[in-house]
């Protein structure tokens, strides 16, 4: 029995196979000669690896399992049925390459990648009691991965921008706007996630264990310290002002002020860094007195210095030119590493974000390499991606041990692991609704919203931050002020799409949390009553906080919410759909097989659900999608 | 029944072989000569008239000067005005009026001391004991005392927790028999606990079984931990939905009078939530509150805080006392480090991080209340006598439970750990709050 030809898949995976045709100027990134010639060259190490262990290299797993690896480790959601017989009946001998080529350019790869930058960003959409958010930071970064910017790039794009919050160009400002206030921790972090230095105890205290002194981490201080608001006197003067006058906190006038303080001027940052700071008034220790003014300085990598006796302004682009530049192989090796554990399961060395160099590691050769590589693609992660998935070491048959070399991967074979929460979430979207990701993608929400009530309607956040923020003086303030709350009491209603046009405004697509919608377009942290959070989104607060724990809440779930009333009994469901055109039990029961699993049944499974389809009739498919779903095999990653 | 023995047989298996091991090189096991032997834990551990733990988290670090350890100096109160309370000597922070009423029955522990600035860390070893490391993962104290304590419910999960970060309540190398159960919103319960209508008992009982073979078969192909952990919570859940006693986690059982109380909120319903989850013998939940991190506009932040909070914790001890509840359910209210005195005026009267001096709040279990424990120095800067670090306040909660705040478990890779930290910490449990 054959499974059904869905042509159109097949079509493209070919279309994309031969679609690189490169000279030979070409940029390594843009090479696929070169792409693979670096994946072997990763499997060389490995095996040298096995080699030196006296171990037999494990063997590659086989199509199905491949098929289903590779989707949730690059485009985070299972395949459709249309994808996995699509490729399972392909009979081609490099189709393994296709297939990675072809989802490294979907749009599903992007929507995975944008939950890692999230994570590792702390990328909120709110931040509690303000009426700030963080919307055009979230679409800064969405864009800057969708358009696959170099890390590199990126980095000094988020350390170094100053300006306007909501225009595009300097949204970058998002990464210390959305720790307004907190410099400190802002930079603390700032090490640990791009360099692997962990200095979060420095902040405060001399770290016991390890080089850095509390002097060491506030010279680093000192390269980002002065940040503020673009001209924040003007609208802290003016709501000094108004609280004099303003009894009642909810009238318009002062929402708006707050508005704008939180919204525009909070969201814009001033001071390029002043390279030099006071030592805090706690500061104990005897090598300096407490406010002290310290110049910047480095503690590792090449010296970069900044004079205390004058505030210089450029401390910001000096600090991301170190981090970036100077820290020799620190800063490519920690991305690459991370982009390692993305695609491998397992970071070279963990945790990822304590740096060690080559050779305090288990694999200095590999290690080197691929911290190399890393440069030679121009930080294109994309393309830093694709090669690891070109390598047999990705392709590893599954290994349920955990590995026998604590703290890093023993590379025998793919470490089994429960799926995040976001390829849980988007794996169960495509069953119930196919193929999610040609949905349009959430745009941004520039309108302007006050107390949860859009107000303004003729007007968008980039324009209205231009506006405030172009104003020098008090009286100007004022007066634009008054003209805006004139125009907010006034009310009127959102204009029609086409004056929208004609006014350069465009259509803002959100989606909500009931939307059946890749996670990555979901409110972001997911709220608390929803799917994302029982299984273990993280709350992006802290760095990378997702939890893969179990708990008996998301058992409950597996069997009674969300994927029983989206999917199990809901006849719309397109995991149903898949069954059109089956003529017999067992081709239905293989299609299902195919869809949630991505695998054809095995001959003692196809009894076991020809039985309960012969004892149920219809519902017995209901049954067989329900325990597909509850079963192991579905949850974790092989 | 000697109550560290109720952790499981397979603990005390494991225990005992390690007992052994132990002897060789350093003595790992405090406990061992007073309560293995013979003696009953009893003697050992006082205390001991809690039967629950409400853990009230704030999460982000609470102000202290703002809330419970107010000074007198303007230039450090800033906003904030002092008010008394219903308890002789004890002020606290005008944003907490109806607080103010219930301080007769709260130990305010003044002189809490954190090693921790961050956040992650701060919450962590608040929640473990434990310093975050990259090699382990340590429980949290809900499955501490899940796991020493044991269920008093045969159904009901024996940990909750309500609104709370995940990665705060997990159960670390005790695994997820030991996990929170996670309660998202308060008002909607424990989600998806019945069966949905629309399907069959007969039906629903065929799914499971297709999926319990499904999942013999991979299990047995990859025999991994994770992977059995899911099994058993299927067991779990299933006994938990048959459960006469859901009705625990159903909000609206309660009259609107009560919900009226707490007040609005998810906080303020949590602590209801929690409250019916205790009187159902539920043993550990934890309900957090967030946005304590009042680096910008600190007074406004704190002030919209303490609306979430002062009601719902005030009608909280109101209520357990008259339920009759309060007497074995500790309630604690903690966070994972203060503020700085110093009011940071280039972020709107902010205030930062600060780990050296904090408070926490005990009420309930056996404990004394209208008492303040330790102080701090005029600033609020420095802890002026008798420090509390963060193990000593977690060997505290142990003891109110009459649990061994020091008894050694050994996670898989045989290391040893215990409720209240590492040795090195030298926890001792602040026995003199206890009446």
Known sequence: MKYPCFPIFAAVVFATGLLPVVGQNARPKDDPAFLKKSALQIDQYVAAFYRRQKLEVPGVTDDATFLRRAFLVSVGRIPSSEEAIGFLEMDDATKREELVAYLLESPGHASHMSNWAFDLLRLTDRRVDTMANNEPYRNWVREAIENNMPWDKMVNRMLSSQGDGWDPSTAGVGYYTRDRGMPLDNLANTMRVFLGARMECAQCHDDPFGKTERHDFYQLAAFTHGQDEVRASLIQSFRADLAKKVENYSTPEF????????????????????????????????????????????????????????????????????????????????????????????????????????????????????????????????AFQHVLMLTRTFQFGTNPQESIIASADDFHGRKIQRLSSEQIWDSLITLAGGNPDGLPRRTLDDRIVIGGKPVLPNRRMGQLSKEVLALETEEEFRVYFDKLLAEMKQGGSAPSGDSMMSMGMTQVRTYNRDAKVRASELPSPAPREHFLYLFGQSDRMVVEGASRDPNVGQVLSLMNGFVQRQLVNNSQAHIYKTLDGASN???????????????????????????EVKAQGESGYRNIVSALVMSSEFLFLQ | MKSFLKADEFTRRQFMSNAARAYLGVNLFPMFGSTLASAAPEAAVKGGKAKHVIYLYMAGGMSHVDTFDPKEKKDIMGKTEVIKTNADGVTIGHYLPKTAEVMDKVCVVNSLKSTQGAHEQGS???????????????????????????????????????????????????????????????????????????????????????????????????????????????????????????AAFDLSRESQATRDLYGKGAFAQGCLLARRLVQHDVRFVEVQLGGWDTHYDNFAGVEGRCKEFDQAYAALLTDLEKTGKLQDTLVVVATEFGRTPEIQIAHAGGRDHHPSAFTCLLAGGGVKGGMKYGSTDASGSKVKDLPVSVQDFNATIAYALGLPHDLVLMSPSKRPFKFSGPDAAKAAPITSVFA
Not at chain 1, 309 to 321: Q, V
Not at chain 2, 143 to 153: C, E, I, K, M
Not at chain 2, 177 to 191: M, S
Not at chain 2, 232 to 237: G, M
């Open chain 1, 255 to 382: 929402l708006l002020a707050q508005f704008l303080d939180d919204q525009v001027y909070g969201a814009s940052l001033a001071g390029g860094g002043a390279g030099n700071i006071p030592l805090p008034m706690d500061y104990q220790y005897r090598d300096a007195k407490p406010g002290e003014v310290v110049g910047a300085k480095t503690p590792f990598g090449k010296p970069v210095r900044m004079s205390e006796k004058k505030e210089d302004g450029e401390g910001r682009k000096a600090f991301a030119d170190w981090i970036i530049n100077k820290t020799g192989e620190q800063f490519p090796t920690v991305i690459a590493n991370r982009m390692w554990r993305q695609v491998m399961g397992k970071g070279i060395y963990e945790p990822v974000d304590e740096y060690l160099p080559p050779e305090k590691t288990h694999y200095p050769e590999l290690i080197t390499y691929i911290s190399r590589l890393m440069v030679e693609l121009d930080y294109d992660l994309r």
């Open chain 1, 585 to 611: 039990d067992p081709e239905k029961i293989r299609r299902l097989y195919i869809t949630i699993l991505s695998r054809p049944p095995s001959d003692e499974e196809m009894q076991w659900m020809l039985a």
């Open chain 2, 124 to 246: 962590y070893v608040m929640h473990t004991s434990y310093n975050m490391l990259g090699t382990i993962r340590h429980p949290s104290l809900g499955s501490w005392v899940a796991r020493l304590g044991g269920r008093l419910h045969p159904e009901l999960p024996p940990y909750v927790a309500i609104n709370a970060s995940p990665e705060n309540t997990g159960s670390g190398f005790f695994g997820s028999k030991f996990a929170a159960a996670p309660v998202g919103n308060p008002e909607q319960g424990l989600q998806d606990s019945k069966r949905s209508e629309a399907v069959s008992e007969d039906d629903f009982a065929r799914r499971l079984s297709l999926a319990d073979k499904m999942n013999r078969k991979f299990h047995d192909r990859y025999a991994n931990a994770d992977v059995k952990a899911y099994e058993e919570l299927y067991r779990e859940a299933i006994n938990l939905m048959k459960s006469k006693d859901l």
